[in-house]
Each structure stands twice: as structure tokens, then as C-alpha cells.
């Protein structure tokens, strides 16, 4: 008897797993389908489907530092490809990092603590790295407030960062 059950219930997820096979095939069909509707001229077709606003970070003299990718309570910089900026270069850890991420970070853990917000609410912030370059920075639970504060200091650290690399 029990066995007939096993045997029933496994049929069940079969056909279970079958149906969530089909479903994902077509998700990845839809989504091929959609990346065509991108124009070939697309501002930015590598932008996170999250993304309400692409800004781009330059110099003062224009060039392209990275871009900052902005979206309802999280965001994306992703530094520019041709661009190559080390962590050890400052003013990146001892301002960038120390003074504004991590003010920002400590801040909201007060909050936490105070019960003023969630915890999954709170600002937190990931380094991308491939060894000690920096690729980009996931910044969540971001408000528009800390959105002008990160963008400005941002392009200011990466601008000194830069100007460092062209002595």
C-alpha cells in the first residue's frame, strides 16, 4: 500500500517538475523576446531590468567614470569598462568607504536598534571586486536623500581617483 502511494506521489512531482521545466523555458523565451524590442540605440541596454534612472558619472573635463544605475530603493555603479580603479587608491577606503557607506550603514543601525526601521529595511552596501579592483557597488535600501549624497561623492572620489592614475 505504502509503496503505491511512494509511487503516486513521485509521478505527482514528476509531473510537477515537467510543468516548472515548461514555465522557465518559456520565461527564458519571453525574455529573449523582450531583449529584441530593445532598440539597437539603446541609452544603456546592460542596465539592471530594475532601473529607473542611467546616470552617468564624468569628469569635469567629460569623461566617463562610471554609471550609476538607480532603482526604487536600490542602486547599481558600475565603473566605467575602459577605467581601472584599485581599492587602495584614496581617497576610496578612507573617505569613500569609512566616512560615507559606512556612516550611512552605521546610521540606519542605530535605527534598527532603536526600532525606528526594519532591519531588512536598513542601508547596506557590496563591494564588487575582481581581486583589488573595484568593478561596481550594490548599494540597497537607498532613499532619494542618500541617492544625491552617494552620486556626488562618488564621482568626487573616483575624479581624485583618477586624477591619481594620470600622474
Not at 578612507?94 to 536598513?122: C, S, Y
Not at 568593478?135 to 575624479?159: C, D
Request: glycine letters at 2%.
Amino acid at each position: 500500500m505504502w509503496i503505491t502511494v511512494l509511487f503516486e506521489t513521485l509521478s505527482k512531482l514528476d509531473a510537477c517538475l515537467l510543468k516548472l521545466k515548461e514555465a522557465l523555458d518559456e520565461l527564458s523565451i519571453i525574455k529573449r523576446e523582450l531583449e529584441k524590442l530593445i532598440p539597437a540605440g539603446a541609452a544603456n541596454p546592460e542596465a539592471p531590468l530594475w532601473t529607473k534612472e542611467v546616470i552617468p558619472l564624468r569628469t569635469d573635463s567629460g569623461v566617463l567614470l562610471a554609471t550609476f544605475y538607480v532603482g526604487e530603493h536600490q542602486a547599481l555603479i558600475r565603473m566605467a569598462p575602459d577605467k581601472t580603479f584599485r581599492e587602495n587608491v584614496p581617497p576610496f577606503k578612507g573617505w569613500f568607504i569609512e566616512k560615507v557607506l559606512e556612516k550611512m550603514r552605521q546610521k540606519d543601525e542605530a535605527a534598527v536598534t532603536n526600532r525606528t526601521i526594519e532591519d531588512e529595511d536598513a542601508f547596506n552596501y557590496e563591494i564588487l571586486y575582481d581581486r583589488d579592483v573595484i568593478l561596481g557597488i550594490e548599494v540597497y535600501n537607498i532613499n532619494s536623500a542618500r541617492i544625491k549624497e552617494l552620486k556626488t561623492s562618488i564621482r568626487w572620489t573616483l575624479e581624485k581617483m583618477y586624477e591619481k592614475q594620470q600622474t
